[in-house]
């Protein structure tokens, strides 16, 4: 029986398909070998212990170094200082001055002229202390005292603060009482006004009534706030 010239070829391929895989499996294999003979793997075992020099030293502990002296070194370095170059001493920070927040600092009654204003009614006294630009607002600071004999209640959204111009201006009112005692002691308190509604403003006006009676009129004029 004869044997079909193509089927025969087909099995002739398939031999040769397969020696060629085999060859280049083996030589793959042993081109790997040769190039991880030089590699070994690190010993990560937690109980090994590093092996002393053969000279008998004991092995030196690693220093940390500090950020800032590194990045000093490497400024030094940029600059042409050389390797020698020594760290420049940071200047310490005192503790309580870096923890303490800058505030608004009020200019004394006495220091600026037409200070201060006062306004009486009914026993409750308005008196403006000063005046001065701090953080994009100018700032006034008011004491309110009452001395007659009955609490008074006051709410803030009432006050009316105009310009020379008679233009009504938003303020916002820190640390004034919403009931004030009639003990006879001034409690202090800031408004603040933002100064982008001053360009063109000398002088403010500010009228404060009780709440909810409304029978005082305190008022208190001609305020300057060109400093």
């Known amino acids: ?25 083996v030589w793959g294999f042993t081109i790997g070998s040769e190039a991880l003979e030089s590699v070994t793997q690190p010993d990560t075992r937690p109980t090994s212990k590093a092996k002393a020099p053969s000279g008998g030293s004991q092995q030196r502990a690693v220093v940390m170094l500090k950020e800032q002296d590194i990045l000093t070194n490497v400024r030094a370095r940029i ?54 630009y701090s953080g994009g607002t100018l700032q006034l600071r008011l004491n309110l005292k009452n001395e007659s004999d009955r609490t008074v209640r006051f709410l803030y959204s009432f006050m009316d603060v105009t310009d020379n111009h008679g233009r009504p201006l938003i303020a916002n009112a820190e640390g004034l009482p919403e009931k004030l005692p009639p003990d006879g002691k001034p409690i202090s308190g800031i408004l603040s006004i933002p100064s982008t509604a001053l360009d063109d403003v000398e002088k403010l006006s500010l009228r404060l009534t009780d709440y909810p009676e409304q029978q005082l009129k305190l008022q208190v004029s001609e305020i300057p706030v060109k400093i």
Not at 7 to 15: G, K, M, N, Q, R
Not at 104 to 132: K, T
Request: proline fraction near 8%.
């Open 79 to 132: 600059e042409g200082k050389g390797k020698n170059a020594k760290p420049e001493p940071q200047p310490q920070k005192n503790d309580t001055q870096s923890s303490a927040k800058p505030k608004a600092q009020l200019v004394v009654a006495a220091n600026q002229p037409g200070f201060p204003l006062v306004n009486r009614d009914r026993g409750v006294m308005l008196e403006v202390v000063s005046a001065q």
């Open 1 to 25: 029986m004869k044997i079909n010239s193509t089927v025969a070829l087909s099995l002739l391929l398939l031999v040769l398909m397969a020696v060629a895989g085999y060859v280049s499996a």
